[in-house]
Protein backbone atom coordinates (compact mmCIF):
# COMPACT_ATOMS: atom_id res chain seq x y z
CA UNK A 1 0.00 0.00 0.00
CA UNK A 2 0.97 3.49 -0.63
CA UNK A 3 1.98 5.94 2.62
CA UNK A 4 -1.54 7.42 2.54
CA UNK A 5 -3.41 4.20 2.33
CA UNK A 6 -1.10 2.47 5.11
CA UNK A 7 -1.73 6.20 7.57
CA UNK A 8 -5.49 5.98 6.71
CA UNK A 9 -5.34 1.62 7.84
CA UNK A 10 -3.04 2.91 10.61
CA UNK A 11 -5.94 5.60 11.61
CA UNK A 12 -8.83 2.91 11.35
CA UNK A 13 -6.88 0.16 13.39
CA UNK A 14 -6.98 3.24 16.31
CA UNK A 15 -10.63 4.07 15.85
CA UNK A 16 -11.54 0.68 16.37
CA UNK A 17 -9.84 0.55 19.27
CA UNK A 18 -11.25 3.60 20.70
CA UNK A 19 -14.92 2.72 19.35
CA UNK A 20 -14.64 -0.73 21.18
CA UNK A 21 -13.45 0.90 24.45
CA UNK A 22 -15.78 4.59 24.18
CA UNK A 23 -18.78 3.46 21.84
CA UNK A 24 -18.76 4.76 18.25
CA UNK A 25 -20.04 8.02 19.78
CA UNK A 26 -17.04 8.68 22.43
CA UNK A 27 -14.41 8.83 19.02
CA UNK A 28 -13.37 12.04 18.63
CA UNK A 29 -11.00 13.41 15.97
CA UNK A 30 -9.26 15.44 18.79
CA UNK A 31 -8.31 11.99 20.76
CA UNK A 32 -7.49 10.22 17.18
CA UNK A 33 -4.88 12.65 16.79
CA UNK A 34 -3.32 12.73 19.89
CA UNK A 35 -3.13 9.20 19.90
CA UNK A 36 -1.78 9.56 16.21
CA UNK A 37 0.71 12.23 17.12
CA UNK A 38 -1.48 14.12 14.26
CA UNK A 39 -2.99 17.15 13.87
CA UNK A 40 -6.60 17.11 13.20
CA UNK A 41 -6.68 18.14 9.96
CA UNK A 42 -4.33 15.56 9.17
CA UNK A 43 -6.55 12.97 10.39
CA UNK A 44 -9.80 14.55 8.70
CA UNK A 45 -7.71 14.72 5.32
CA UNK A 46 -8.22 10.89 5.46
CA UNK A 47 -12.30 10.88 6.17
CA UNK A 48 -14.73 13.57 5.00
CA UNK A 49 -16.29 13.92 8.40
CA UNK A 50 -16.75 12.09 11.90
CA UNK A 51 -19.52 10.31 10.85
CA UNK A 52 -17.69 8.95 7.85
CA UNK A 53 -14.99 7.75 10.62
CA UNK A 54 -17.39 6.44 12.14
CA UNK A 55 -18.91 4.25 9.40
CA UNK A 56 -15.40 3.24 8.01
CA UNK A 57 -15.02 1.73 11.89
CA UNK A 58 -18.43 -0.06 12.03
CA UNK A 59 -17.48 -1.77 8.07
CA UNK A 60 -13.91 -2.39 9.93
CA UNK A 61 -14.83 -4.50 12.53
CA UNK A 62 -17.74 -5.92 10.48
CA UNK A 63 -14.27 -7.14 8.25
CA UNK A 64 -12.83 -8.38 10.82
CA UNK A 65 -15.76 -10.59 12.16
CA UNK A 66 -16.57 -12.27 8.60
CA UNK A 67 -12.85 -12.89 8.60
CA UNK A 68 -12.57 -14.69 12.07
CA UNK A 69 -15.76 -16.15 12.55
CA UNK A 70 -17.63 -16.37 9.15
CA UNK A 71 -15.46 -17.72 6.21
CA UNK A 72 -13.89 -20.22 8.95
CA UNK A 73 -16.95 -21.33 9.42
CA UNK A 74 -18.51 -22.19 6.54
CA UNK A 75 -15.57 -24.09 5.30
CA UNK A 76 -16.99 -26.99 7.98
CA UNK A 77 -19.55 -29.50 6.61
CA UNK A 78 -23.19 -28.44 6.61
CA UNK A 79 -25.17 -28.93 8.69
CA UNK A 80 -24.52 -29.20 12.77
CA UNK A 81 -20.44 -29.15 12.31
CA UNK A 82 -20.90 -25.36 10.66
CA UNK A 83 -23.38 -24.14 13.13
CA UNK A 84 -21.28 -25.31 16.21
CA UNK A 85 -18.26 -23.80 14.43
CA UNK A 86 -20.24 -20.15 14.01
CA UNK A 87 -20.93 -20.11 17.55
CA UNK A 88 -17.85 -21.55 18.89
CA UNK A 89 -15.97 -18.86 17.05
CA UNK A 90 -17.99 -16.28 18.54
CA UNK A 91 -17.89 -16.97 21.61
CA UNK A 92 -13.69 -17.28 21.03
CA UNK A 93 -14.14 -13.39 19.70
CA UNK A 94 -16.32 -12.28 22.44
CA UNK A 95 -14.29 -13.70 24.89
CA UNK A 96 -11.35 -11.60 24.11
CA UNK A 97 -13.85 -8.54 23.66
CA UNK A 98 -14.77 -8.59 27.31
CA UNK A 99 -12.23 -6.97 27.82
CA UNK A 100 -12.67 -4.44 24.57
CA UNK A 101 -15.44 -4.51 24.10
CA UNK A 102 -18.07 -5.34 21.42
CA UNK A 103 -19.33 -2.94 18.43
CA UNK A 104 -22.24 -4.66 17.66
CA UNK A 105 -23.19 -4.66 20.97
CA UNK A 106 -22.16 -1.13 22.11
CA UNK A 107 -23.95 -0.10 18.45
CA UNK A 108 -27.12 -1.18 19.67
CA UNK A 109 -27.32 0.51 22.77
CA UNK A 110 -25.95 3.67 21.52
CA UNK A 111 -28.01 3.66 18.36
CA UNK A 112 -31.34 1.83 19.34
CA UNK A 113 -33.06 5.20 18.87
CA UNK A 114 -30.94 7.19 16.87
CA UNK A 115 -31.72 6.77 12.93
CA UNK A 116 -28.92 7.71 10.28
CA UNK A 117 -26.05 5.79 8.51
CA UNK A 118 -24.64 4.57 11.50
CA UNK A 119 -27.45 2.66 12.73
CA UNK A 120 -28.43 1.39 9.22
CA UNK A 121 -24.88 0.25 8.46
CA UNK A 122 -25.01 -1.66 12.08
CA UNK A 123 -28.74 -2.97 11.72
CA UNK A 124 -27.55 -4.49 7.45
CA UNK A 125 -24.37 -6.64 9.10
CA UNK A 126 -26.51 -7.33 12.56
CA UNK A 127 -29.33 -8.69 10.34
CA UNK A 128 -26.44 -9.85 7.56
CA UNK A 129 -25.04 -12.24 10.85
CA UNK A 130 -28.33 -13.50 11.86
CA UNK A 131 -29.33 -14.73 8.08
CA UNK A 132 -26.25 -16.39 7.94
CA UNK A 133 -26.71 -18.49 11.57
CA UNK A 134 -30.50 -19.25 10.57
CA UNK A 135 -29.08 -20.90 7.03
CA UNK A 136 -26.82 -22.73 8.81
CA UNK A 137 -29.31 -23.94 11.23
CA UNK A 138 -31.99 -24.63 8.26
CA UNK A 139 -29.64 -26.40 6.58
CA UNK A 140 -28.52 -28.44 10.00
CA UNK A 141 -32.47 -29.34 9.51
CA UNK A 142 -32.38 -30.12 5.99
CA UNK A 143 -29.24 -32.46 6.39
CA UNK A 144 -31.15 -34.66 9.70
CA UNK A 145 -28.79 -33.38 12.22
CA UNK A 146 -31.31 -31.67 14.43
CA UNK A 147 -34.95 -32.17 14.54
CA UNK A 148 -37.64 -31.80 11.16
CA UNK A 149 -39.95 -29.60 13.22
CA UNK A 150 -37.19 -27.78 14.79
CA UNK A 151 -37.55 -23.75 14.14
CA UNK A 152 -34.42 -22.09 12.98
CA UNK A 153 -35.92 -18.57 14.05
CA UNK A 154 -36.02 -19.62 17.53
CA UNK A 155 -32.65 -21.63 17.22
CA UNK A 156 -30.54 -18.07 16.30
CA UNK A 157 -32.57 -15.79 18.76
CA UNK A 158 -31.43 -18.08 21.81
CA UNK A 159 -28.46 -18.23 20.60
CA UNK A 160 -27.94 -14.55 20.08
CA UNK A 161 -29.72 -14.73 24.05
CA UNK A 162 -26.74 -16.82 25.49
CA UNK A 163 -24.15 -14.08 23.69
CA UNK A 164 -25.27 -11.11 25.15
CA UNK A 165 -25.89 -12.88 28.37
CA UNK A 166 -22.23 -13.66 28.27
CA UNK A 167 -21.37 -9.92 27.24
CA UNK A 168 -23.48 -8.91 30.45
CA UNK A 169 -22.51 -11.07 32.75
CA UNK A 170 -18.60 -11.52 31.89
CA UNK A 171 -18.14 -7.56 31.10
CA UNK A 172 -20.56 -5.66 33.09
CA UNK A 173 -20.77 -7.85 36.32
CA UNK A 174 -17.52 -9.48 35.76
CA UNK A 175 -18.89 -13.27 36.67
CA UNK A 176 -16.32 -15.78 36.16
CA UNK A 177 -17.17 -18.39 34.62
CA UNK A 178 -19.52 -17.10 32.25
CA UNK A 179 -17.50 -18.15 28.85
CA UNK A 180 -18.01 -21.71 30.45
CA UNK A 181 -21.90 -21.19 31.36
CA UNK A 182 -22.25 -20.05 27.14
CA UNK A 183 -20.81 -22.93 26.08
CA UNK A 184 -22.94 -25.19 28.52
CA UNK A 185 -25.92 -23.32 27.28
CA UNK A 186 -25.27 -24.02 23.97
CA UNK A 187 -24.90 -27.26 24.21
CA UNK A 188 -27.95 -28.07 26.10
CA UNK A 189 -29.38 -25.77 23.25
CA UNK A 190 -28.47 -28.03 20.56
CA UNK A 191 -29.70 -31.27 22.66
CA UNK A 192 -32.86 -29.95 23.08
CA UNK A 193 -33.26 -29.19 18.78
CA UNK A 194 -30.92 -32.33 17.67
CA UNK A 195 -32.50 -35.42 15.29
CA UNK A 196 -33.02 -38.27 17.96
CA UNK A 197 -32.42 -40.31 15.18
CA UNK A 198 -29.11 -38.27 15.11
CA UNK A 199 -26.51 -39.57 17.29
CA UNK A 200 -24.66 -37.44 19.61
CA UNK A 201 -21.20 -35.60 18.55
Sequence with gaps: MRKGELTRAA???VALELSSRDGLEGLTI???ADRM???K????AHFGSREDLQLEVVK????RFEQEVFFPSVREPRGLPRLQSMFDRWLERVSVEIASGCIYISGAVEYD???GPIREELVKMVQAWQGALQRSARQAIEVGHLRPDADAEQLVYEMYG???ALHHDARFLRMPGSVERARRGFERLIENYRNPSMPAQ
Design 41 to 44: SGVF
Design 11 to 13: ILD
Design 60 to 63: LYHH
Design 30 to 32: GLL
Design 113 to 115: DRP
Design 162 to 164: LIL
Design 37 to 39: NMS
